[in-house]
């Protein structure tokens, strides 16, 4: 079965960098597109990013456009989310998601001094 | 890119149906056929309920429906029951460069 399992979250200062990692099994990593999208505390659902099974084309929301990067090793089958001069509010559960079919648990990331 | 506008809560009783609308532009919601749902009850993980504005996924029952007009699209759940009671997102493609959009989000409340 689908697995993705997300992790790299923690409590970061404003203007630091982070880097996500999203681990995923149970399919054919090389084969499909990934997501990031992120959700504040008690707020709603946020794209941030796609990158195309074969990391040549990625696309990113408005409001980490610049700072944030989204790649790929498909021999590891692992996406990223390497995020750079974070903002406090960047503070979100950033999850990964395949096909928006199947989700991973979700990291946590909290931007605060 | 702005988030697709939804109404911010829809209740109904036990049996009933409710509608909960998506509208967007003709850049998104109006001008391609990849409107998804999803729910997501408090502390969970989003379920995709709908995908390309009517299809359901295996498994979600078929108390839930899509459909869309124009600029709006609109996730129905016919006889509304408890587990219902949860947040719906909409979401999508979008020809700008951002790609993919969420709605506001709409919290269902089973009176």
């Known amino acids: 079965q689908v697995q993705l399992v997300e992790s790299g979250g923690g409590v970061v200062q404003p203007g630091r960098s982070l880097r996500l990692s999203c681990a995923a099994s149970?399919?054919?990593?090389?084969?499909?597109?990934m997501h990031w999208v992120r959700q504040a505390p008690g707020k709603g659902l946020e794209w941030v990013a796609i990158?195309?099974?074969?990391?040549?084309?990625?696309y990113y929301a408005d409001s980490v456009k610049g700072r944030f990067s989204i790649s790929r090793d498909n021999s590891k089958n692992t996406l990223y989310l390497q995020m750079n001069s974070l903002r406090v509010e960047d503070t979100a559960v950033y999850y990964c998601?395949?096909?928006?079919?199947?989700w991973g648990q979700g990291t946590l990331v909290t931007v605060s001094s | 890119q702005s988030a697709l506008t939804q109404p911010a809560s829809v209740s109904g009783s036990p049996g009933q149906s409710i509608t909960i609308s998506c509208t967007g532009t003709s850049s998104d919601v109006g001008g391609y056929n990849y409107v998804s749902w999803y729910q997501q009850h408090p502390g969970k993980v989003p379920k995709l309920m709908i995908y390309d504005v009517t299809n359901r996924p295996s498994g979600v029952s078929n108390r839930f429906s899509g459909s869309k007009s124009g600029n709006t699209a609109s996730l129905t759940i016919s006889g509304l029951q408890a587990e219902d009671e949860a947040d719906y997102y909409c979401a999508s493609y979008t020809s700008s460069n951002t790609l993919d959009v969420f709605g506001t989000g709409t919290k269902v409340t089973v009176l």
């Open positions: 998601a395949k096909d928006y079919a199947h």
């Open positions: 990158i195309s099974s074969d990391g040549s084309k990625k």
């Open positions: 149970g399919f054919t990593f090389s084969s499909y597109g």
